[in-house]
């Protein structure tokens, strides 16, 4: 009895030091989080050690210019972001961190369905319609180009916080990420639907046409 009670011990005190590291997280500038323990900070890099899925550690460092903050396991923040339109800082710290919000909600959550359907119908049907096994391959880039310029819609339940919903530095993260996961999405879905259209044409409507 004795054994498993402290067997259970430190199994209790294992998982209570691990959530307890995991708290300690950076800020990265492009909106991710990475969290792990954090080792030490200067102007030039913040270096911390990243738990592996295995349960190794592993030493990491990134540059201090590519974080935005670091928050430690007490919940206390040291900000590295600075406001100075030399550097190209145009946002205040705390218009980043709502820009920096959006980024990661639309990072997480957004999904361009409809506009993924469409670039399939439009590659798929443009092949089989208009018999456009040569130039099929010209109409990925062309419909991903033109993918970036309509707005970004809010995916539904996306938004982590209905707080930052409606603020232009918000919105601005979210069509920043929004936009390249549309035109990267719509470029995959462009290519299978011309591909699905040329094995229609290949194996469906050219054999018809040659027993004509």
Known sequence: MEFHCRALLILISLVASR??????RILMMNGEIHEGRVLGQ???????L???KSGSWKERAEPTEEVFSVIDSLGRERIW???DTVFGNDLTTEQMRWFLNGERDARKGYKPIWPMVGAFATGAGLVIGLNWEMNGMFLPPIVAGAMALPRVHVTPGSISNPLMEGDEYYATGYARVGRSKRVI???ISTFAGVAVGLAVRQLIINPTLDYE
């Open 81 to 83: 972001y600075f406001h």
């Open 185 to 187: 999405r719509c470029l």
């Open 42 to 48: 200067s102007t030039l890099e913040v270096r911390y």
């Open 50 to 52: 990243q738990l592996r």
């Open 19 to 24: 959530a307890v590291v995991a708290q300690d």
